[in-house]
């Protein structure tokens, strides 16, 4: 290629967080056929690598994040999180912990799940044109509970013991005549001010209606305390900025909010309280024909943004590849990592050129789908087309190149 054009030089760097198994191959070759022959962008390399997380006490994750709250943006591949399995398979000193819930307790973010839509991939709730985006928030309630099982009669209560000294408040739960279960949850204003926070600026970003949903008229006081500040929330700080961007907040009762989803055209971004948000988001994810045509970014309240692929490293494929075997691993999901990152950069360096090669790239990888050049998992629930067939996984990404490059020429 003589003609080949200049690199898209992009101003400042971005934190590359490496992985493990399936995804860390995928995670080469998408850098190396997609991004680096045409942008020039410096990154900050930390090897998230299961044995370099062991190496080095898991700093590596910590320093990551760090590198994060400094430069803003990240792009990570996904990760082992270590189980008794993974110990032993890998010869581990310890159990790390999930990287991701170490970076998002940094980071102290939100995750937004938004799937990749192509034309011959229909959800299988016919009336959706647009996705429909998750805003999880990842912190408390059921996730760190108390709980207890009581063999017999007996008083459960709540006491709230103040630092201050002054008298402690009671509540009866329950007086129990025979065995029973009890769980205790938790919330701070903090936390659910910045969840708010995250989704409104989320919701700003991408120019989309903000739903949010509690029960809250079952609960009256904690999924109240939700409904309450994000009211605060909206009407301080994003009444006037959503109503000049033409874009709607409307808070509903959970049961009405999964009505409407399902009956809506989607394109709204549905804010969910971390339980509600665990469930909806599969049922999203799955409706939309398959894991790896779904994305995940972290947004911090601070404005540090982290991409990554709501996939975990595909052990099954990767274990095949390691025996020679052939695979056909949907890059997608990656793929869309880094064109997130980089558009980001792009619009927080105010450099369009950034963000165009970055759009250029997910419709190369958009249009290779619906051309009928796919891997596996999409063959089987997208609509028959003549030219259907199924690839590999190098097949696929050097597909997307093609286009990429044409697109770019053209
Ligand atoms: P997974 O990697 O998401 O894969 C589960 C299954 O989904 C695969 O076996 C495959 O189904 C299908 N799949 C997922 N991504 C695919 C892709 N890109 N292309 C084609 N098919 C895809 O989940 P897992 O196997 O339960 O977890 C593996 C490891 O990932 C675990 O160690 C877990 O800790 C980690 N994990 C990391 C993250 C993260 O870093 N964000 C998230 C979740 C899990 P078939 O086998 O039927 O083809
Ligand atoms: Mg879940």
Not at 70 to 82: E, L, M, N, S, Y
């Amino acid at each position: 290629m003589s003609a080949r054009r200049s690199k898209i030089r992009v101003k400042t760097l971005i934190v590359e967080m490496d992985g493990d198994e399936m995804t860390r191959i995928i995670w080469g070759m998408v850098k190396d056929k997609l991004i680096l022959p045409f942008v020039d962008v410096k990154l900050e390399y930390y090897d998230l690598h299961i044995k370099n997380r062991d190496k080095t006490r898991d700093q590596v994750t910590v320093d990551a994040a760090h590198a994060i709250m400094k430069h803003g943006v990240g792009v990570k591949c996904a990760t082992i999180t270590p189980n008794a399995d993974r110990v032993k398979e890998y010869n581990l000193k310890e159990m790390w912990k999930s990287p991701n819930a170490t970076i998002r307790s940094m980071l102290d973010g939100t995750v937004f799940r938004k799937p990749i839509l192509a034309g011959n991939i229909k959800p299988f709730v016919s009336t959706w044109r647009k996705p429909i985006i998750i805003g999880r928030h990842a912190y408390g309630d059921v996730y760190s509970n108390q709980e207890l099982s009581v063999d017999g009669p007996g008083k459960a209560e709540i006491v709230f013991t103040p630092s201050d000294g002054s008298k402690p408040i009671r509540k009866t739960v329950k007086e129990f005549t025979g065995p029973g279960i009890i769980q205790g949850i938790h919330n701070t204003d903090e936390s659910i001010r910045s969840f708010a926070r995250a989704c409104f600026t989320f919701a700003f970003d991408q120019k989309l209606d903000l739903w949010f949903s509690t029960k809250d008229t079952i609960s009256k006081t904690y999924d109240a305390r939700f409904r309450d500040i994000f009211q605060q929330e909206y009407h301080r700080n994003w009444a006037a900025r959503f109503q000049d961007a033409g874009i709607e907040y409307f808070f509903t009762l959970i049961d009405d909010a999964a009505a409407r989803i399902i009956r809506s055209e989607g394109g709204v971004l549905w804010a969910l309280k971390n339980y509600d948000g665990d469930v909806m988001s599969d049922m999203i994810a799955s409706a939309n024909g398959s894991l790896a045509m779904m994305t995940s970014v972290l947004v911090s309240p601070h404005g540090y943004f982290e991409f990554e692929a709501a996939h975990g490293t595909v052990q099954k494929h990767y274990y095949k590849h390691l025996n020679n075997e052939e695979t056909s691993t949907n890059s997608m999901a990656l793929i869309f990592a880094w064109t997130g990152a980089l558009c980001k950069r792009g619009e927080l360096d105010g450099n369009q050129t950034v963000v165009r090669f970055a759009r250029h790239l997910e419709a190369a990888a958009i249009e290779t789908v619906e051309s009928g050049i796919m891997t596996g998992d999409l063959l089987a629930v997208a609509e028959k087309g003549p030219n259907n067939r199924k690839v590999n996984t190098q097949e696929f990404i050097d597909a997307v190149a093609r286009r990429l490059t044409e697109a770019l020429r053209g």
